[in-house]
Structure formats: structure tokens, C-alpha cells
């Protein structure tokens, strides 16, 4: 069956997206907060399907061994997000390895995700890697968040405690803005102004 056939054919389905860092959870953290609309987020599925003993996170132990375990987590077997991230940055191979795992997995259980909300007219679809991962299928329209790079830097600084040369690697590590404006709906100005974006979205939602 086609993906769009899962899903109800005149259901709104935004996908928003943009860089890392971008501000997506402080918008999507408004709008949940102040509209009755669904909301979906890839990187919590992306976390559901590599927990202990789902198949993804076989898959993973058997590709890189034990030692992507994080033994100080509260279970101590569950997956070291951090230094899987820094595997996959560094080596082009583990990074395309990942993706074709973890892609596949993580857009057909949001398809499911979707169907449970089959009768909301509008839903909400965070997806960080929108445009890398293919996902624009399964969305009616995309929102894209633009933010300085200057203002991602700090962010990413402040929030992972890195540096500034690690800061600007993982910037440029994803589709520039520029390319993923081509095929947006909707740019999302978040800038030092919120009421930019603000205004945005009380307009269109």
C-alpha cells in the first residue's frame, strides 16, 4: 500500500524541520502549549528504536560492538547516543550504515503514529533530518526554522558543552539552510525576535 494511503488524504501534516540547534523545540514547545494539535517527534521515536532488546538496537551492537553500551546508564545496557553520534560524524561508512537502518524504522513507525491521530485534522511532525532522511512523503506541507549560524553555535556551546570548532562542525555536517529553503512551504524566522516566528505560526495554525 502506498505511505500516503495509510494516512487520511486531506489531514494536514506540517513537517518541521531545520538545522541543529535551530530553535525547533522552543517552537514546537509553544505549540503544544497553545493549540490542541498532535505532535510527533522523530528523535523520540529515533530513542524508542534503539532502546535494549528492540531490533535496532541488535542491529547496532552486532555493527559496532559493546562498546557503544553506556554502562552509567540507568540500566547499563542501553545505547551511548553521544558516542554514536561522534562514530557516525567520523566515518562516512558508519554514518550511511546508521541512516539505512535507523531512516527506514523510524518513517514507517511514524506513518503509525499517524494513523492513531487518523481523525485530527491537523498534526505536527518534527523531523530534524527531514530532507536527508526522505521524509517529505508523508508530509502535506514543511515548515523550516531559520536561524543565524552565529546563534546556532552559542546554543549548541551552551547546551553540549563543546567547542566552538565542533560547534560549526555539526552545523555544516547538514543540509545548509539554503538548500532545504528550495523545497519549504513556510520559512519559521527564529532570530533573536520570537514574535516573528510567533506570528507565523498563530497565523497558519
Same mark, same amino acid.
Given at each position: 500500500?502506498?505511505?500516503? &494511503? ?7 501534516? =506540517? ?21 490542541? !494539535?498532535?505532535?510527533?517527534? @522523530? ?6 528504536? !534503539? ?6 538496537? $541488535? $542491529? =547496532?551492537?552486532?555493527?559496532?560492538? +559493546?562498546?557503544?553500551? *553506556? ?9 551511548? /547516543?553521544?558516542?554514536? /553520534? +561522534? ?5 562516512? @561508512? ?5 541512516? +539505512? ?5 523510524? $518513517?514507517? $513507525? ?8 487518523? +481523525? ?7 523531523? %530534524?533530518?527531514?530532507?536527508? @532522511? ?13 536561524? %543565524? ?10 547546551? *553540549?558543552? !563543546? ?10 555536517? &547538514? ?5 532545504? /529553503? ?6 519559521? #524566522?527564529?532570530? *533573536? #525576535? &520570537?514574535?516573528?516566528?510567533? *506570528? ?6
Amino acid at each position: 500500500m502506498d505511505i500516503l &494511503q495509510k494516512l487520511k488524504n486531506k489531514q494536514r501534516r =506540517i513537517g518541521l524541520t531545520g538545522g541543529i540547534a535551530s530553535g525547533k523545540t522552543t517552537i514546537t514547545n509553544y505549540i503544544r502549549k497553545n493549540k490542541n !494539535i498532535p505532535i510527533l517527534d @522523530a528523535d523520540n521515536l529515533s530513542r524508542e528504536l !534503539i532502546k535494549p532488546n528492540t531490533y535496532g538496537y $541488535k $542491529k =547496532i551492537l552486532d555493527y559496532f560492538g +559493546n562498546k557503544i553500551i *553506556d554502562n552509567k546508564s540507568n540500566s547499563g545496557r542501553e545505547i551511548n /547516543r553521544k558516542l554514536l /553520534r +561522534n562514530i557516525i560524524f567520523q566515518h562516512s @561508512a558508519s554514518k550511511e550504515w546508521i541512516e +539505512n537502518l535507523l531512516h527506514p524504522l523510524i $518513517k514507517e $513507525k511514524m506513518i503509525v503514529e499517524c494513523s492513531k491521530y487518523r +481523525n485530527n485534522e491537523t498534526i505536527v511532525l518534527v523531523i %530534524p533530518l527531514l530532507f536527508e @532522511a526522505k521524509f517529505e512523503d508523508i508530509c502535506t506541507e514543511i515548515w523550516l526554522v531559520n536561524c %543565524p549560524k552565529e546563534l546556532q553555535k552559542n546554543r549548541l556551546i551552551s547546551r *553540549d558543552k !563543546i567547542s566552538e570548532k565542533e560547534a560549526y562542525e555539526l552545523i555544516n555536517f &547538514q543540509l545548509s539552510f539554503e538548500e532545504k /529553503r528550495k523545497f519549504s512551504d513556510i520559512i519559521l #524566522d527564529n532570530s *533573536d #525576535d &520570537q514574535n516573528k516566528w510567533i *506570528d507565523t505560526v498563530r497565523k497558519l495554525l
